[in-house]
């Protein structure tokens, strides 16, 4: 929800609004729309914001603005309890990442927090934090704010704690020590192999078809999870990157199939290794 600091940040490294590109809003829903390409999200949010420009800080023309947005915009979505906020747009001074429009510190609001007239209210708005906030080690958050280099692929990789735990846990023990943020950022080589493994959630060849929706529901209810894979069925054993696999959404369904996924995985972890050595 595009959450702000206020005191504390669990785990001790903010993740939402990062530099003048870099920023999220999964939890906003933003990746839950039938066409969540970057060049349809770019136009919806652009349109949005435009309109807001607009529109009369009033209560009554705020929410007439969802009201136009939710008339306007398909609502048919891949996750259709996962709440969209159509008050999700460009923020920044360029304009040039995504935000909550609602924000006190938005263009035209002048210090005004409008996010209680949302769906969450602004109670829900200011303090939700999502699991990569708790459960992702402050390393990881580190390096992939920093090689991050646009807000699309930040927002969808960002809040993927079980993929990206996973990842870095197999990379330090194939290291045989912790991982140090530098290790990654100061390194050239480390960060474009990383940025592979970061991409596989937009270019993972083994995803079903057609794709259902790239958005991560991450919520505690788990209303939308991953199937996992039916290791009896292939008659093999589960795969020591069955946690990548599985959070990469992958529909494996012969022995195959699944020896050429691992072999992607083991070839980034391999030249990741390598480039670290
Ligand atoms: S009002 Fe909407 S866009 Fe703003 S923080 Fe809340 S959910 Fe996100
Ligand atoms: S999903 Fe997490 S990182 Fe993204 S805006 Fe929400 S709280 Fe921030």
Redesign the pocket.
């Known amino acids: ?3 702000q600091i206020n005191g504390e940040v669990p785990g001790g490294v ?4 990062i530099r003048e590109n870099i ?6 829903g ?1 990746y839950n729309v039938a066409d969540a390409s970057q060049e349809a999200l770019v136009s919806m949010l652009t349109c949005r914001t435009e309109t807001f420009a607009r529109v009369s800080r009033t209560m009554d023309a705020i929410l007439a603005f969802r009201q136009e947005i939710e008339d306007r915009e398909v609502q048919t979505r891949p996750y259709p309890q996962f709440h969209h906020c159509p008050y999700i747009g460009w923020v920044g001074q360029k304009r040039s990442r995504v935000g909550c429009l609602l924000h006190p510190l938005a263009q035209g609001n002048h210090g005004v927090d409008f996010r209680g007239l949302s769906y969450y209210g602004g109670m829900a708005c200011r303090v ?6 708790h459960r992702l080690p402050a390393v990881p958050k580190e390096i992939i704010r920093e090689v991050s280099t646009d807000w699309y692929r930040y ?1 969808l990789i ?2 993927e704690t079980a993929m990206l735990t996973a990842f870095f846990e197999e990379l330090e023990r194939r290291l045989g020590r912790k991982l140090s943020r530098d290790d990654i950022v100061a390194n050239e080589k480390a960060a474009e192999v990383l940025t592979q493994f970061l991409d596989l959630k937009l270019n993972w060849p083994f995803r079903p078809r057609p794709i259902v929706g790239w958005a991560n529901y ?1 919520f505690e209810d788990r209303l939308y999870v991953n199937p996992p894979i039916n290791y009896e069925s292939l008659g093999h054993p589960a795969s020591k990157y069955d946690i990548l696999l599985r959070e990469l959404n992958s529909s494996i369904d012969s022995v195959a199939t699944l020896h050429k996924a691992e072999r992607v995985l083991e070839r980034i972890l391999g030249r990741l290794t390598e480039a670290l050595g």
């Open positions: 929800m595009s959450c903010y993740l939402c609004q920023s999220c809003g999964a939890c906003c933003l939700y934090f999502c699991p990569a906030y927002g960002i809040t991450f």
